[in-house]
């Protein structure tokens, strides 16, 4: 499965600190958990790179 392949999957999406100064992603999709940690450079370049994305979507939509 590709990046470009639809799924019809039914996820939720939570984001926040943990306690120990890292950032959490934290996937949950029926019985499955997925809980990333990243500190908070890593975060950073994360998020830069959603943004990216999404300059990118936004161009392709118009």
């Known amino acids: ?3 470009n392949s639809e799924r019809d999957i039914e996820a939720n999406l939570q984001i926040g600190p943990t306690d120990k100064g ?4 934290y996937i949950e999709a029926g019985s499955t958990e997925i809980p990333m940690d990243f500190d908070p450079d890593e975060a950073r370049e994360i998020a830069e790179e959603i943004l990216a994305a999404v300059k990118i979507a936004e161009a392709r939509k118009s």
């Open 1 to 3: 499965m590709g990046i």
């Open 22 to 25: 890292m950032v959490r992603l």
